[in-house]
């Protein structure tokens, strides 16, 4: 398997855009996370799933924030519209069941000027 | 709630000296313990996972020891090298109330050649 991957690797977008962020996990796995991280907070956990459901959405910062995940392969991440602060690296990552390791996709800078 | 703290924030060490980084987490229902490491600018890659029920792991020049009872965890490197500059995160597992995986704000290491 390649991994988790995440697209783009690199986005810069004007203030008030909308912005999409994807992720493809493992085939197989039935976690998959979003992470954004920050110089300031570190590695902040924004959503999770299990098996395809939404089960905790208490670190998305604001209703600008969504995400979604239509099948077990393939997860979104959308902000709408952007600002200045949301800019920075946001980590996709995907596990098998709860008791094993987790994998993260190499990220996506976001830079919203 | 679960806190991970990660002391020190930054060290700076010899080539070829043994060290050890900390981890400490507060509440001890974890499924299991990772270990990652990141380069700058780069992903998070998997260095060592221990789960709950065990005590250390071990690889290569890394070893990694757990005491759920306490919330503590340390990741000993062997012989340092200047290739083991990068920043060292932590992360913990929940269980009970959800899978969450909670990091630790990371220690950023320096091997100075």
């Known amino acids: 398997d390649a991994g988790v991957i995440q697209s783009p690797r690199h986005e810069v977008t004007e203030m008030g855009q909308e912005v999409t962020l994807r992720c493809k996990p493992i085939?197989?796995?039935?976690?998959l996370f979003w992470y954004r991280q920050t110089m300031m907070r570190g590695l902040e956990l924004l959503i999770y799933?299990?098996?395809?459901?939404?089960?905790?959405d208490s670190g998305m910062p604001e209703d600008r924030f969504s995400a979604k995940m239509p099948n077990a392969s393939f997860s979104t991440l959308k902000i709408q519209p952007s600002e200045p602060r949301d800019s920075a690296v946001y980590f996709c990552?995907?596990?098998?069941?709860?008791?094993?390791?987790?994998?993260f996709g190499q990220g996506t800078r976001l830079t919203v000027v | 709630k679960q806190e991970v703290t990660q002391i020190p924030a930054a060290l700076s060490v010899p080539e070829g000296e043994n060290l050890v980084l900390n981890c400490s987490f507060t509440?001890?229902?974890?499924?299991?313990l990772q270990w990652f490491r990141q380069d700058p600018g780069k992903g998070l890659t998997s260095l060592l996972l221990?789960?709950?029920?065990?005590r250390e792991q071990t690889s290569g020049r890394l070893n990694a020891s757990l005491d759920k009872s306490s919330g503590r965890s340390t990741l000993y490197i062997a012989a340092s090298q200047p290739g083991d500059s990068a920043t060292y995160l932590c992360?913990?597992?929940?269980?009970?109330?959800?899978?969450?995986?909670?990091f630790g704000k990371g220690t950023r290491l320096h091997i100075l050649p």
């Open positions: 992360a913990v597992r929940r269980m009970n109330r959800d899978d969450k995986i909670i």
């Open positions: 990552a995907s596990s098998p069941i709860g008791y094993t390791e987790a994998f």
């Open positions: 085939s197989g796995h039935d976690y």
């Open positions: 799933f299990n098996n395809n459901v939404p089960i905790d």
């Open positions: 509440d001890s229902a974890i499924y299991n």
């Open positions: 221990i789960q709950s029920s065990q």
